[in-house]
């Protein structure tokens, strides 16, 4: 059993999909917070990855857009989230977070 899923195994939609979890890990994110981020492996080995966090309402958002090398791909999804953090970003979800449930 264990080798038939073996062979469902994507290398692309791991790269992508751990980049993207360690993003939302390092911030905290869930249910109730405005946070996206989408990487994307390319044809060219190239994975662009691009993040969006702010106000339910649109008021104010923060996040960036990077491409990487495929082979350079370890932490970034982490990196990125801590760059946005040193920008202010906990203090913007806490705000969001508040503001979607009523507060």
Known sequence: MLESA?????AD???ETTIERGFVDTLQG???VP?????????????IVRSILGMPDGSEEMGESIVV?????????????????EQGAM???GRAEAMASGE
């Open 30 to 32: 869930g249910c109730q």
């Open 13 to 15: 939609s791991r790269t």
């Open 91 to 93: 203090e913007l979800l």
């Open 35 to 47: 946070i996206g981020v989408s990487a994307r492996v390319q044809e060219n080995g190239d994975v």
């Open 69 to 85: 090398a495929r082979t350079e791909t370890e932490g970034v999804g982490e990196a990125m989230a801590r760059r946005l953090i």
């Open 6 to 10: 073996r062979s469902l195994e994507d």
